[in-house]
């Protein structure tokens, strides 16, 4: 940490800020509060950060995620977590399955599906977008939040084992 608490504003958002995808805003706002103890301090300061934000920022920081299973175009980082998934290997149904239970849960929540899919399968992400897209909007956009912040300790995990 004591590298970490060292960077200027700049350095800080350019090593922390993909951990919340395409959204540096977040580690902008949490460079404001260093020095961090911990890892687990700098996450928390991070989900406090997004907590507290505007409606719209919440928003935006959830539409910032790639629909899952699909063959957009991606950030690298999402790319290879859903690699690690099986996702870039779904046979020509499974595709087709991931392509109508995404556009069916867009058109219902407005935001993509998130799942942290580190220690996830095919099987495991298809059987929850099958049943998260019957939640109300509130429960799904709260879970959506839960999904970012584990992926976001996942990603800080990552930056922090190098």
Same mark, same amino acid.
């Given at each position: 940490?004591?590298? @970490?608490?060292?960077?200027?504003?700049?350095?800080? @958002?350019?090593?922390?800020?993909?951990?919340?995808?395409?959204? *540096?805003?977040?580690?902008?706002?949490?460079?404001?509060?260093? *020095?961090?103890?911990?890892?687990?301090?700098?996450?928390?300061?991070?989900?406090?950060i997004?907590?507290?934000?505007?409606?719209s920022?919440?928003?935006?920081?959830?539409?910032?995620? *790639?629909?899952?299973?699909?063959?957009?175009?991606?950030?690298? @980082?999402?790319?290879?977590?859903? !690699?690690?998934?099986?996702?870039?290997?779904?046979?020509? !149904?499974?595709? !087709?399955?991931?392509?109508?239970?995404?556009?069916?849960?867009?058109?219902?929540?407005?935001?993509?599906?998130?799942?942290?899919?580190?220690?996830?399968?095919?099987?495991?992400?298809?059987?929850a977008?099958?049943?998260? @897209?019957?939640?109300?909007?509130?429960?799904?956009?709260?879970? +959506?939040?839960? !999904?970012?912040?584990?992926? +976001?300790?996942?990603?800080?995990n990552?930056?922090?084992?190098?």
């Amino acid at each position: 940490m004591e590298e @970490v608490n060292q960077m200027n504003k700049e350095e800080f @958002v350019l090593k922390i800020g993909w951990v919340f995808e395409h959204s *540096p805003w977040v580690a902008a706002g949490a460079w404001e509060s260093m *020095p961090f103890e911990s890892h687990e301090n700098l996450l928390q300061t991070m989900i406090d950060i997004v907590q507290r934000a505007e409606e719209s920022m919440k928003l935006a920081l959830l539409r910032a995620h *790639p629909d899952l299973g699909t063959r957009l175009k991606m950030s690298e @980082v999402s790319q290879k977590e859903q !690699e690690g998934a099986g996702l870039d290997k779904l046979a020509k !149904e499974e595709f !087709e399955e991931f392509i109508s239970l995404n556009k069916k849960y867009v058109d219902k929540f407005q935001f993509p599906f998130i799942m942290a899919v580190k220690g996830q399968n095919k099987d495991t992400i298809l059987a929850a977008m099958k049943q998260r @897209v019957h939640n109300t909007y509130g429960k799904e956009y709260n879970i +959506a939040l839960r !999904e970012v912040f584990k992926i +976001a300790e996942f990603r800080l995990n990552d930056i922090f084992k190098e």
